[in-house]
C-alpha cells in the first residue's frame, strides 16, 4: 500500500467526495443540490471541480438524468466505504455495554487488597456483567507506575505516591495499621504495651527484603526493638503462620475485620507511632475516556469507599 502523503490532501477539497456520492445516487444536480443544502451556482462549481480534479466528465445528461460514467462509478465504490468509516470514526462514540459486552479486566493489587476486595468485586460484576473477566496482576508500590506505563495494567489499587505524566491516581481513603495475634496463641491484655509489643517474635512484609521498617526505626529512639522471625512479600501465609506460632503481625487495617471474622484472631493498635497511607486508583491517562475503563474506574471507587465506611465504622 502506498504511503498518504499530506502534501497530495492540501490540493482536494474532501467536501468535493461527498457530492460525488450523493450525485451517483439522485443522478440530479436539482436534487443534489437540495440534499447538500447548496445553491445552483455552488452545485456547478462544485461539479466542475469534480470533473477537473478526476480528468473526467464523470456524469453524461440523458434523458433519465445525470448518468455516471465508468470512472465515476468505480471512485463511487472507493469512496462511500471510506466516508461511511469517516462517519463512524467523528459521530459514533464508542460505549461499553457492561451486560452484553465481554471484556478482560488487568487490574494490579497486593495480595491484602486482593483478600479484602475482590470476592465483592466479583460478586457485582458476576451479577451485572456476565461476560467481563477479572485477572488479578500482583503489584506494589515499586512497580505500579511502570506497569501502568507500559500497559500491563488496565488499572492498579495502589498505596504508592509517585506520579507521572502517564497515569492519573485518585487517592481514595487513608488506611492506618493494626498489629494482630491469635488468641489462642498469645494471651494479652489490651491495651497492647510496647513490652508485649516487643516481647514475641513479628511476621513482616516487605516488598524488598528488608527485615525492618518504621516500626523498627521508632523502636530504636527508646533504645527497644522486636525480633522479626519471618520477613516475606505476601500477607498469605501469615494468618496460618500466627494459628501455629505465638507471633505478632502489624497488618494494613483493611485486613483486620476479614481475619478476626475468618480465623478469630484478636488486634489492637499498633503501640509505637506509625505512617497512614492512601490507597488509590491507578490508570494510564491514554486510556481515561474508554468507556470500559471509566466502567471499572466507578465500580472500584464505589465498593472500595463502601467497604471502607464498614470498617470506620468499627472502629
Not at 477539497?13 to 439522485?26: F, S, T, W
Not at 465481554?102 to 495480595?111: A, P
Not at 512479600?233 to 503481625?249: D, E, G, M, Y
Request: with cysteine; hydrophobic share 45%.
Amino acid at each position: 500500500m502506498k504511503d498518504i502523503n499530506e502534501n497530495d490532501f492540501g490540493k482536494i477539497d474532501l467536501n468535493l467526495l461527498i457530492v460525488l456520492v450523493i450525485m451517483v445516487d439522485e443522478r440530479s444536480v436539482t436534487n443534489t443540490a437540495k440534499r447538500l443544502h447548496l445553491g445552483q451556482p455552488a452545485m456547478s462549481a462544485a461539479l466542475k471541480r469534480l470533473r477537473e480534479m478526476f480528468d473526467d466528465p464523470l456524469f453524461i445528461r440523458t434523458s433519465e438524468g445525470m448518468l455516471p460514467t465508468s470512472r465515476a462509478e468505480k471512485l463511487v465504490a472507493l469512496f462511500r466505504p471510506a466516508l461511511q468509516n469517516f462517519h463512524r470514526a467523528i459521530f459514533d462514540f464508542p460505549v461499553f455495554n457492561p451486560a452484553a459486552d465481554s471484556y478482560n479486566f488487568r487490574i494490579g493489587m497486593s495480595d491484602w487488597v486482593e483478600h479484602w476486595l475482590m470476592a465483592d468485586l466479583l460478586e457485582i460484576v458476576s451479577a451485572e456483567a456476565p461476560g467481563i473477566t477479572i485477572t488479578v496482576l500482583a503489584s506494589d508500590p515499586y512497580k505500579d507506575l511502570q506497569m501502568i506505563k507500559d500497559d500491563k495494567a488496565d488499572v492498579i489499587i495502589s498505596v504508592g505516591k509517585d506520579l507521572t505524566q502517564e497515569a492519573g491516581r485518585e487517592n481514595l481513603v487513608q488506611f492506618g495499621f493494626k498489629t494482630v495475634w491469635d488468641r489462642k496463641q498469645i494471651d494479652i491484655k489490651k491495651p497492647l504495651s510496647i513490652d508485649d509489643f516487643i516481647k514475641y517474635d513479628h511476621l513482616l512484609v516487605s516488598y524488598r527484603g528488608a527485615n525492618q521498617s518504621l516500626i523498627d526505626s521508632q523502636l530504636a529512639l527508646s533504645e527497644r526493638q522486636r525480633t522479626v522471625k519471618y520477613v516475606t512479600p505476601n500477607f498469605a501465609s501469615q494468618p496460618l503462620i500466627l494459628s501455629r506460632l505465638p507471633v505478632l503481625t502489624t497488618v494494613p487495617e483493611g485486613l483486620v475485620d476479614v481475619w478476626c471474622k475468618l480465623y478469630h484472631f484478636d488486634f489492637d493498635e499498633v503501640p509505637v507511632e506509625t505512617s497512614k497511607y492512601h490507597l488509590s486508583l491507578l490508570w494510564n491517562n491514554r486510556r481515561e475516556k474508554e468507556p470500559a475503563i471509566e466502567w471499572i474506574l466507578r465500580k472500584l471507587k464505589a465498593l472500595i469507599l463502601d467497604k471502607t465506611k464498614s470498617i470506620h465504622a468499627d472502629e
